[in-house]
């Protein structure tokens, strides 16, 4: 099932996600997917921070500084306004988002940091770290099950076709399938596998989907610095490389997916404190049990992880942040161009999502029946709902507040009658 590979105890919520999407819960799965999620949350920060120190320290034979970002238009900010060289092309798109801001979709949340170092008098941009968000985990995950639905609806329904073929004597190639027979073939395909879902029966047949790049690590060098990012993987002892992948075209980038040694004596030395446990506490968490069910986790967790290191030079950064191909038009266009949309590809992405709130929700009780089943179809307005009770538990709603007698005069004015 569903594999985040930058995690710890990874295989353990792939087999939750797996259950849950057959509506198989066992009780100790909410604090199970709660500690998984939150704890790996706080320990890729710190991992991930000091990898990406090294990378950038190896490769620049500097200290880096590092600035720590909540949303885009603060590394773009910094992008434009400290160029690291600057030709016809660069002027353009600088003088571009100089102008109209409001166009670079400077408010998009990230969790992540840039870092700096300088040359000469001037501060450079080098690179950055993130940490995918939950709702960019749910939504590349429901990307990947959906196209394996998908492969097992296009199986049934020419299995079905096959039978309608062999019932009139001919053979499958020699069919002529009207545009109502092809829907209706595809729609009882598609109930065939929403019923395998509903009985279970579809888990076994479940493969894994790989998401690797849950951390990541963007480097900034011109070609003839680009060998020292390759030492300075070798260089750390830690790392790996598992796969290089060359992006070309309006995407100039080298994406490199590495496995990655855990340093377990910084995260051990480095557990949850404050602020940090007050954002544990409200999640749920025992703090008295907090620092040994932390150490406890890493212990028992798996030694290495996976995260994707992304190489490009500064001029094809700026044209992912601010150019011809800008991440957020990436991100609206695979939005747009779904090949299947059908409510069991929505309920997918719906599923992933209650996971992951529910990992951030106040405390609440086990879960006995999962409220987002694959086989139903549901409003959005009833998943907003069910999100909004997860996050907001023990608030009153508009709703839920007495007005007194149903049959009586309305609320004067000014008495407090309107929402």
Request: charged content about 25%; aromatic content about 10%; overall charge neutral.
């Amino acid at each position: 099932m569903l594999r985040l590979s930058s995690y710890i105890h990874r295989d353990k919520l792939a087999e939750i996600i797996s259950r849950w999407m057959i509506n198989q819960p066992q009780p100790e799965d909410l604090a199970t997917l709660k500690q998984i999620v939150n704890f790996n949350y706080f320990a890729m920060r710190v991992w991930l921070e000091d990898l990406g120190r090294l990378l950038f320290n190896y490769i620049h034979h500097t200290t880096p500084t590092r600035h720590r970002m909540r949303i885009k238009g603060e590394i773009k900010d910094f992008a434009v306004g400290h160029p690291s060289y600057t030709n016809l092309r660069i002027e353009q798109m600088r003088e571009r988002y100089t102008k109209y801001p409001e166009d670079f979709y400077r408010e998009t949340p990230i969790d992540g940091a840039f870092w700096v170092v300088p040359v000469g008098e001037a501060p450079h941009l080098v690179g950055c770290t993130r940490i995918k968000r939950f709702r960019r985990i749910a939504e590349k995950g429901s990307r990947r099950i959906v196209d394996f639905m998908l492969e097992r609806i296009r199986a049934n329904a020419d299995t079905l076709a096959e039978q309608r073929a062999r019932s009139l004597g001919i053979p499958k190639s020699q069919l002529i399938t009207s545009h109502d027979e092809q829907v209706a073939e595809f729609a009882h395909a598609e109930r065939r596998v929403l019923k395998g879902i509903k009985r279970g029966t579809i888990r076994a047949e479940l493969s894994t989907f790989q998401i690797p790049d849950v951390a990541g690590v963007k480097v900034i060098v011109e070609p003839d610095q680009r060998a020292r990012v390759f030492e300075a993987l070798s260089v750390t002892g830690s790392c790996r490389i598992l796969e290089v992948e060359e992006h070309r075209g309006p995407y100039n980038a080298t994406n490199v997916r590495v496995a990655y040694r855990l340093p377990r004596e910084l995260l051990l030395g480095l557990p949850p404190v404050a602020p940090f446990t007050h954002v544990f506490a409200a999640r749920g968490f025992d703090l008295d049990r907090l620092a040994d069910d932390y150490r406890q986790f890493i212990l028992s967790g798996d030694e290495q992880v996976e995260l994707e290191i992304i190489v490009s030079t500064f001029q094809d950064y700026l044209e992912s942040e601010i150019g011809r191909s800008m991440h957020e038009e990436r991100i609206l266009s695979q939005r747009s161009h779904k090949e299947y949309n059908a409510h069991l590809a929505t309920n997918v992405r719906y599923l992933l999502d209650y996971i992951f709130t529910l990992c951030r929700a106040p405390p609440c009780a086990a879960i006995q029946d999962v409220p987002v089943k694959l086989w139903v179809k549901y409003m959005p307005d009833t998943i907003e709902r069910l999100g909004r009770q997860l996050l907001d538990r023990g608030l009153p709603y508009f709703d839920t507040i007495a007005e007194g007698p149903a049959d009586g005069p309305p609320p004067a004015a000014g008495n407090g009658g309107g929402p």
